[in-house]
């Protein structure tokens, strides 16, 4: 069976893109093996934030994870601060991690460009994203297109440490959504959906309310030619639409290209299906934003199991470092 881990940052409010390239996948993945979901807060400090902010901003998304569907009975859901074992891993695989390929992130090059202080903790991010993820020995890691080059550092960090010490950890996959890994910025179709660079009419939030997700599709920005077809490098505004409309209806982009004729109708249809979308997911997240006690009691369940694990996996790479006593087995 698989062990599936993944991870999300609580900041700012979720869009489309972690929606549809996250949060709905970690759902429809609950059932198709072990699901380990983590809210990562301490990724979080590493560039500049407000502390109430980010405590208010943890309780939204656990709501919000909650509301889309994941259910903390079948899957592990717990917040990251939660495990003291990811940020001892974290400093543990520091020595298998070269500097000259955490100084290769693009991420790291774009964050650090709009950071007055860059912190040695966004440089490091990465290490602590190999941590989460190698603490569980998980193989498959649900993700984004933008988390590519993280996932590849994960896995050589985990090569690495097999190679230098002994074959302790797993060497995770990461797997990305066929239609939906790269959600566009509807008023800029070349930048991606995000929650810091992205325009405010051309991000969609999971919780706007129906006529604003209206009103932004129906001002999307598509091209001159009025032809509906997909073809993400020449008609980038199109085919982010046909995307985002062929996941929101569970079809595929090739049986959408042929039945509009118009940009008007395919901006109003898509604006439509994900008003519909995401309606469940509005309907049920103020009642759980609401009791923040429930909340810390989910998240705390969930972080005992996976510290059950996630210590286990820490002590056998501590014993194969030769990092405190040798370790004693039973
Ligand atoms: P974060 O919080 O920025 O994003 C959460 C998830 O949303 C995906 N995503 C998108 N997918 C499609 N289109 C978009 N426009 C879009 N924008 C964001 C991201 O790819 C991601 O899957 N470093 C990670 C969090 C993390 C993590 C981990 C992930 C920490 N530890 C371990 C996996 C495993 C991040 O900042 O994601």
Known sequence: MARIFSGIQ???????????????????????????????????????YEPKVLRSGLYDLAALMLAAGLDPERAIFFRQSDVPEHAELQWLLTSVTAYGELQRMTQFKDKSAKQELVSAGLFTYPVLMAADVLAYRADTVPVGDDQRQHVELMRNVAERFNARFSEQLVVPEGVYPEIGARI???????????????????????????KTILKKFKSAVTDSDNEVRYAPADKPGVSNLLEILAVARGTSVAALEGEFTRYGDLKAAVG???????????????????????????????????????SEVVADVRDAMGVGPVRARV
């Open 184 to 210: 566009m910025d509807l008023s800029d179709p070349g930048s991606k959906m995000s929650t810091t660079g992205s325009t405010e009419k051309g991000t969609v939030y999971v919780l706007d309310e129906p």
């Open 272 to 310: 439509e299906a994900v008003v519909d979308y995401l309606a469940p997911v509005r309907e049920r997240y103020a009642d759980l934003r609401a009791d923040e006690a429930q909340l810390e009691q989910t998240l705390g369940a969930g972080a005992e199991k996976a510290r059950a694990i996630a």
């Open 10 to 48: 609580p900041t700012g409010q979720k869009h489309l893109g972690n929606f549809i390239g996250a949060i709905t996948r970690y759902v429809e993945w609950q059932d198709r093996g072990e699901g380990i979901y983590c809210i990562v807060d301490l990724h979080a400090t590493t560039v500049a």
